[in-house]
DNA sequence: AAGAAAATGCAACCGAGTAACAAAACTTTC
DNA sequence: GAAAGTTTTGTTACTCGGTTGCATTTTCTT
């Protein structure tokens, strides 16, 4: 798994984690607007053109270990288990990111993440970005969704974009409870049950509730 | 309808027309990222932080028209005819835009229309200010919805995300299709086409294709 | 050890957006 | 209709994100 590493690539690979790691910290210090670009430089001892050259913008610099996450969803229909339907498979694997806290389903009270979460939900340039990425996961989800097997292009390019908007408007929600006080263990039933009701509706349509 | 006109008003209204009017016309020229607002400013023979009173970025100097279409989902659930379904008034109201080539449903060859599409969906600041036009929508739908009696808040909120996002990524799909050089009359039929698979899919969900 | 290739720093620059304050334009009042 | 009050404007100067060109250093190759 691990790369071809020579010495060149690891002290790469440090500075960008160091420029990252740095960034956030003063981010959650100080408020992601109240830190300059050239602050992050000038902690890590590199220049403003480096920085630039390992991270394409500020927002980036907040967003390096969320980008992990691209492609979950189409990894989660790709691999499924046989027999299993996309939709199913990722119902189940929703759950069970909820009940490993996982930070990307907002439903995390470790003082970081929450402030981590606060930043990000409450920054729009930072949610701008962020559904930059959403839309490559959406692209990629699309194409697990058409390779398997149900409906032409523009379905499952409808129902990847149905998909990961309901996953953002989970976070969303998860985040806003824990937000509003609440603690972990007392939503995450809670969570679970929307995340449910979400995944019916998704399945079942808006026809019930909406009409047709 | 029409407001209190003094003077001072009525010059107000003259100088946002004509700031958006010649940044537009510009940017169609030139290309978004080839003219600085400097430039529009200048043009319009104002200064820049005059201009920047009047739209709080670069992306609103070309979004302003678009801004009239605020909350346009929400009035069409909001004002259906007694007896109809909030989904089959919106699905007859985009069938029905679509009949009229509004802009906003990305199917209009008029050449300086197709212009400001391509640039729109080219543009990813442009695209990015657009979704926070559209978070605003989805709110308002979302309200909309719920007042129309289905449902909790979080089935609302959910069924509103789903609509708009569906909204977008036809009106994309339909300016594709223009840009890969499709004519109207050509594109149109399939583009009702798409719309009531869309709407298909939307009523009565991903289960059929992708399983529950 | 020498030279190619890649990464860095420096300095200067561009463009978006903002702050401070004084000047001008409109509105109101007498 | 002039004076006083309010709102809008221009000027200047600034901050910050992001880029460019080029010389210098560091790593990789042979």
């Given at each position: 798994m691990t790369e071809e590493t020579g010495l060149r690539e690891r002290k790469k690979q440090r500075t960008r984690q160091a420029l990252s790691d740095t960034a956030v910290e003063l981010f959650l210090k100080?408020?992601?607007?109240?830190v300059s670009v050239a602050d992050v430089a000038a902690a890590v001892e590199v220049s403003?053109?480096?920085l630039f050259r390992y991270?394409?913008?500020k927002?980036?610099?907040?967003l390096y270990r969320i980008a992990d996450h691209?492609?979950?969803a189409a990894r989660v229909v790709t691999g499924r288990p046989a027999g299993r339907?996309?939709?199913?498979?990722?119902?189940?694997?929703?759950h069970e990111r909820l009940d490993a806290h996982d930070p990307v389903t907002g439903l995390n009270d470790n003082a970081t993440v929450r402030a981590f979460n606060d930043m990000l939900y409450t920054t729009p340039s930072l949610l701008a970005r962020l559904i930059r990425y959403a839309d490559r996961d959406e692209e990629l989800l699309a194409e697990a969704l058409a390779a398997a097997g149900g409906g032409d292009a523009l379905t499952a390019g409808l129902a990847a974009a149905q998909i990961i908007t309901v996953h953002q408007r989970l976070a969303q929600e998860n985040w806003r409870k824990l937000?509003?006080?609440r603690r972990i263990a007392?939503?995450?039933p809670e969570a679970h049950r929307d995340a449910d009701r979400a995944y019916d509706l998704l399945g079942a349509g808006l026809g019930t509730e909406y009409g047709r």
């Open positions: 100080r408020g992601f607007d109240q403003k053109p480096t991270f394409p913008a927002e980036d610099l907040a691209q492609g979950e339907s996309p939709l199913a498979a990722l119902r189940t694997h929703f937000a509003g006080g007392d939503a995450l």
